[in-house]
């Protein structure tokens, strides 16, 4: 039973590149989620989206962009892709607060996308 | 920001317990979380504790909260090599927001 969902595993693009990531979930969560893991850092929190067409910043956002045009799918952007952005990257969703039934208390993670940039 | 630290490693053999500790800085915690990371895979949601609880059993798990010392730890009995994996410790603080930590590598030796 597939839930959350990412384009791709291995992605190697050369710098300067726009890299596209994407991420879909089948739950009709609210939350989405992007997180970098790097090791000894681990997961840092790049944007997060609460509803569609919302976003806010997480703790890393600087050189991301992201979008969300439909409730399941959240894109990662990377307008210009730099060394230092090679990285793993984890999509996750979120259920909303109050609905009957509500996994609120789980993040539901996709697979990861192993980004290398050259 | 908040953070939250964990040891970076460590090494048990096969039916022993396994003890992976973390500490965090958010005085305003409200839940504590336990996740798990297998090889190639994303982070899959063990166990969670509210921040009024000192103990959750779940199983071969247990959760021990000292919420004066800010000190989450996941014990787990009876280690398997299937228990393998990065655990991510993690904590609510403000709406919405889930800080994790470093991960902690776990590795059974048969």
């Known amino acids: 039973d597939v839930k959350v969902t990412q384009s791709s595993r291995y992605l190697v693009k050369r710098t300067g590149e726009k890299v596209f990531l994407e991420c879909v979930q089948d739950?009709?969560?609210?939350?989405m989620f992007w997180y970098r893991q790097d090791p000894g850092l681990g997961l840092r929190l790049i944007y997060f989206?609460?509803?569609?067409?919302?976003?806010e910043k997480g703790d890393i956002p600087e050189g991301y962009s992201v979008s969300r045009e439909k409730k399941e799918r959240f894109s990662l952007i990377l307008e210009s892709a730099s060394t230092n952005q090679t990285s793993m990257y984890l999509c996750?969703?979120?259920?909303?607060?109050?609905?009957?039934?509500?996994?609120?208390?789980?993040?539901?993670f996709g697979p990861g996308t192993r980004l290398t940039v050259l | 920001g908040e953070d939250v630290e964990q040891s970076l490693f460590l090494s048990v053999r096969e039916g022993d317990s396994s003890v992976i500790n973390c500490t965090y800085t958010?005085?305003?915690?409200?839940?504590l979380y336990w996740y798990k990371q297998e090889p190639g895979a994303g982070l899959q949601l063990l166990t969670y504790?509210?921040?009024?609880?000192d103990m959750k059993q779940d199983q071969r798990l247990t959760v021990l909260l000292n919420k004066k010392d800010k000190h989450l730890s996941l014990r787990i009995a009876d280690t398997q090599t299937g228990d393998s994996a990065i655990y991510f410790c993690?904590?609510?603080?403000?709406?919405?927001?889930?800080?994790f930590g470093t991960g902690t590598k776990l590795q059974v030796i048969p």
């Open positions: 996750a969703s979120r259920d909303r607060m109050g609905r009957e039934g509500s996994t609120y208390n789980e993040q539901f």
């Open positions: 739950m009709d969560h609210e939350n």
């Open positions: 989206s609460y509803d569609v067409k919302m976003k």
């Open positions: 958010d005085s305003s915690s409200t839940y």
């Open positions: 504790i509210f921040s009024n609880m």
């Open positions: 993690a904590e609510r603080g403000g709406y919405q927001k889930v800080t």
